[in-house]
């Protein structure tokens, strides 16, 4: 038996419900030297600015237990860059593009939509709400404030071309996850990406200090694995027909039925990626094996599974 691998998210057609994390492959190239990244559902960009931004210093990464730490600080070269060299490189190579966006207050995420929008050949917007609010002295996330996580969806979706799928990714340390996706949801986002790194800290043990620059990081990795599926869960109970990109410490194919038996369509590979270039089309591989293992025709058939009373009994 032949699986039927095609999946459709948020208005999106995909070959298969791979794809890669926001931050952790960054826009296919270096990927592409292990794989042809167009076998893969997308691949989700690292984060784009409207500036260039230099990012945090060194030191940027921490291993910890089943995870890794991590405080980039959004380093890149703009959008103009990206849409310019970037964008062009992975439609060349057959790649999907889910373009994950990032601003420094709501307008400037209204203008990052209006401009990827005007580039050819983009898949969906990924709107990144785990950005600090530059409103706010405390250094809040728009993600940290359901309203607020609502405002910048609807701004993106407002700027967005009304073709051009919008996901918004969300955290899973916010006070109710539900909330924060039913706002997303009523501001017009065609689907969710969950979840985000978890905010914690390291201490380095040789030196007492901080094992990332700036104190605290975001975490990813294993660790946060069963978090995430309980976030995807439920959200997926609450908002059945929503489409969800499902994330979090994904390292093997049967990783990738969890989420999607609880509730995600797709499922985005991050960390993993480190320590195993080619793990995208390794995990593709596993996940197609245990779905013809376990007899399903279709992977949409596994999408919800865990909700489903009498399955796998």
Known sequence: MNADLRTRVGGMDLPNPVVTAAGCA???????????????????????????HAGRPAPRMAETPSGMLSTTGMQGPGVDVFIQRDLPWLL????????????????????LARRISAADGVSAIEVNLSCPDPADPSGRRFADDAS????????????????????????????DVVELATACVEARADGLSMI??????????RTLRPAVAGGMGGLSGPAIRPLAVG???????????????????VRTGADVMEFMAAGASAV??????????????????????????RGFARASDVVGVAHRQGVGA
């Open 92 to 111: 060349s190579r057959g790649g999907r593009a889910i373009v994950s966006i990032a601003g420094a207050g709501v307008g400037e995420f209204g203008e």
């Open 268 to 293: 985005a590979v991050g960390t993993t990626n480190f320590s195993d270039p080619s793990a995208c089309r390794r995990i593709l591989r596993e996940f197609t094996e245990a779905l013809e293992a």
């Open 231 to 249: 976030c995807v869960y439920r959200v997926h109970e609450a908002l059945p027909g929503v489409p969800v990109i499902g994330m979090g410490g």
């Open 196 to 205: 985000n790194t978890v905010r914690g800290m390291a201490v380095d043990p």
């Open 148 to 175: 607020q996580a609502a405002a910048v969806v609807q701004t993106v979706r407002s700027h967005a071309r009304s073709d051009l799928p919008v996901f918004a990714k969300l955290a899973a340390d916010v006070p």
């Open 26 to 52: 960054g826009s296919g190239r270096e990927l592409s030297q292990f794989f042809d990244i167009a076998s893969i559902g997308a691949v989700t960009t690292k984060s784009v600015m409207l500036e260039p």
